[in-house]
């Protein structure tokens, strides 16, 4: 059994491997909808022979409905498998069987699903054939990828949320089988921001084929046969830059200002999209973020979070140190204004102790009131360090900064006082650096004023990164000087528990192991419970389901710093 790609539509474009195969079989296969014509047939026809046995399969169901009680999938099921025994009749008499298929026979093409049935029984080869990706290119005249970038190709029967959100996050990319779809697939293109360079390709190299601009197709008039085209960014972007505007270096203060513009340079106003690269590398990247900043002219951003970004040829780079945050905002706006799409990178999410507010701040003044500015939120710190450690933050919580650079400390101070004895779940950013050392110390002593001592603490540093260290310790053993500016701390509350799970973890009662017998196999993991204690009424305690409130040391309920803290905590009554 052969599986032989015909190419897109152009019987020129027939492999001569393709042809010696025809020649050479007993029997000629191919697919057809019921009014009998095959796309397939029409481009092998001068080199089928009388003498050839051909054998069409016919689908039950194209574009219509079926009542198979398997519904479509079903009836093509039982399709397939009818195919495939017809076919393995002429395989048994020892005839040699060609199934054609138009482009190639593996990229969505139905031959697979013979193979998938027969291959293993039969001899089998595959002759590869020209797809309709590589013909539409080919009409279109432009490339589809270039260097690093990656080509997606897709279906156009997804989702419509899920083409938007990898069209997002595409640098190329094709849409396939359009059709009744292309009214979903030209929304998705357009909500992906990518409308304004999407192509549209009908029937390539066969006849009747046309080519356009996706945004002006009417989509009463597409085809099944039609793709759209998302063609290489690289293609699109402006030439180079000269030496004097590259400030793709570290400048280890503001960034470079000789790229700068000009107050009212520009007869076209850019924009500018501020996003967050999460706390490490690609893996972290929401697609709509990977999106912009591939669309990006410029990206603008402290020199650590612009490393994490891929380097695209023609886009510029302007990296800076992480202490000018008002003067990389001022200078990103300004390269929106001389009409450049630029990126503001920023760790974790800009909208947490990042870029966000200082680029909204200036953006709010003038010139720069008329600057397009979006924000697309990012993994941020506290999420993903709790998600390696468990659910720390299954409760409510607080998130504060301990860095005195923009506050001073009696304010740091009060509010995680107010935190504390609201007994709140604390994730506490920029815990210490080189020149803060003293913060973190502090902060244990103001914290177990309010919390017992082996109230939980997560220790995060570096988390996706080649350094991630995630630990578990009691606070009064939180040691400043494990603590970095790479380091994130997640102070449990009251109610916060600890406890190990997996081979090893437990005592075989289904509690899990806490340590206090030796018992220190499996992982560690942390959590807070979602229900919270109910206070004790005013008249004292012995009220049924009433619990000790949580409060400060000294206080009707506090915990007491001398029992030990429960590994898990009591059942819900729930399920």
Do not use: C
Request: aromatic share 4%; charged share 25%; no cysteine.
């Amino acid at each position: 059994m052969y599986g032989v790609g015909l190419g897109p539509g152009d019987p020129s474009l027939m492999t001569v491997r393709a042809v010696q195969v025809i020649a050479e079989a007993d029997v000629i296969a191919y697919h057809s909808a019921r009014h009998g014509r095959s796309i397939a047939r029409s481009i092998a026809a001068e080199h089928l022979r009388p003498d050839h046995l051909e054998e069409p399969l016919v689908y039950p169901v194209t574009t219509g409905t079926t009542d198979h009680p398997g519904g479509y999938r079903g009836a093509m099921e039982d399709f397939y498998t009818e195919s495939a025994a017809r076919l393995a009749v002429h395989l048994d008499a020892g005839r040699t069987v060609a199934v054609i298929a138009e482009g190639d026979p593996l990229f969505y093409g139905s031959y697979m699903h013979m193979h998938k049935r027969l291959a293993d029984r039969y001899p089998t080869e595959v002759i590869p054939g020209v797809t309709s990706v590589s013909a539409a290119a080919a009409r279109l005249g432009t490339p589809l990828v270039e260097g690093e970038e990656v080509l997606t190709i897709l279906p156009g029967t997804l989702p419509e949320e899920e083409l938007t959100a990898r069209l997002a996050s595409a640098d190329s990319a094709v849409v396939m089988k359009l059709g009744r779809t292309f009214p979903a697939v030209r929304r998705a293109v357009e909500r992906a921001g990518r409308l304004a360079d999407a192509r549209y390709v009908e029937r390539a190299t066969m006849s009747g084929e046309r080519t356009g601009a996706l945004a002006d197709t009417d989509p009463d008039s597409v085809p099944y046969f039609s793709v759209a085209v998302l063609p290489s960014r690289v293609d699109a972007r402006p030439a180079s830059p000269s030496p004097d505007t590259d400030t793709s270096r570290d400048t280890s203060t503001a960034p470079e200002t000789d790229a700068s513009p000009e107050s009212g340079s520009s007869p076209e106003t850019g924009d500018v999209v501020v996003v967050g690269t999460g706390p490490a590398g690609p893996l972290w990247l929401t697609p709509e973020t990977r999106g912009a900043l591939a669309a990006a002219d410029d990206l603008v951003g402290y020199t650590t979070y612009l490393d994490r970004v891929p380097v695209r040829p023609g886009q510029r780079r302007h990296g800076s140190d992480n202490k000018v945050e008002s003067e990389r905002a001022e200078f990103a706006l300004d390269l929106a204004r001389r009409g450049r799409r630029v990126a503001v990178v920023s760790g974790g999410d800009p909208g947490v102790f990042a870029m966000a507010t200082a680029v909204l701040e200036v953006a709010s003044a003038d010139p720069y009131r008329n600057v397009p500015v979006r924000v697309l939120p990012g993994v941020t710190a506290a999420n993903a360090a709790a998600a390696r450690a468990g659910a720390p933050l299954g409760h409510d919580y607080a998130v504060l900064s301990l860095s005195d650079r923009l506050k001073p400390w009696e304010v740091i101070a009060e509010r995680l006082h107010a935190a504390a004895a609201a007994d709140l779940v604390l994730a506490l950013y920029n815990p210490g650096s080189r020149s803060r050392t003293w913060q973190v110390g502090k902060a244990r002593e103001l914290l177990l004023e309010h919390r017992a001592p082996d109230t939980p603490v997560v220790i995060g540093r570096d988390v996706g990164g080649p350094e991630e260290s995630v630990r578990i310790v009691r606070l009064a053993d939180l040691d400043p000087a494990q603590v970095d500016m790479r380091t994130i701390l997640l102070v449990g509350s009251s109610q916060t528990v600890t406890a190990r799970r997996g081979p090893g973890s437990g005592n075989g009662d289904g509690r899990g192991g806490d340590g206090r017998n030796g018992d220190v196999g499996g992982e560690e993991i942390v959590w807070t419970p979602r229900r919270y204690p109910e206070a004790r009424p005013a008249d004292g305690p012995g009220t049924p389901g009433a619990s000790d409130a949580p409060g400060a040391p000294g206080t009707p309920g506090a915990p007491d710093a001398s029992e030990p803290r429960i590994s898990t905590p009591d059942p819900s009554p729930e399920s």
